[in-house]
């Protein structure tokens, strides 16, 4: 996996705009209606790490979901920490 230039990484966040770029990783937060909820997200997320073999840094706290996406192997952002965001969009806002 190629490591993407910080120009390329912000012309792709333009198409995520619950995502930012800081630290060297995309990074966002979502917040849902309760504890199960959240849970619930982050289940169904699991299931798509799985398939991309990628797996984010993350945390809950009550309904906040907070997501960092980094490839280490990498030592930055590829383009699979951009496929992971968009699986995990379309999970957590699948009417957007």
């Known amino acids: 996996m ?3 230039s910080e120009e390329d ?3 792709k966040l333009l198409h995520f705009p619950d995502w930012e ?6 990074h966002a937060e979502f917040e849902f209606e309760n504890f199960k ?3 619930s997200a982050m289940s169904r997320i699991a ?3 799985e398939a991309l073999n990628h797996h ?10 907070s997501i960092s996406l980094s490839t280490h192997d990498a030592n930055g952002v590829t383009e699979t920490d951009f496929k992971l965001a968009e699986a995990i969009d ?5 009417d957007e």
């Open 56 to 65: 984010p840094d993350w945390s809950n706290t009550y309904n906040i979901l």
């Open 37 to 39: 909820n959240c849970f």
């Open 9 to 11: 990484i912000e012309k």
């Open 90 to 94: 379309n999970i957590v806002e699948p």
């Open 21 to 26: 770029y800081y630290d060297n990783a995309l």
């Open 47 to 49: 299931f798509e790490c």
């Open 2 to 4: 190629t490591k993407l």
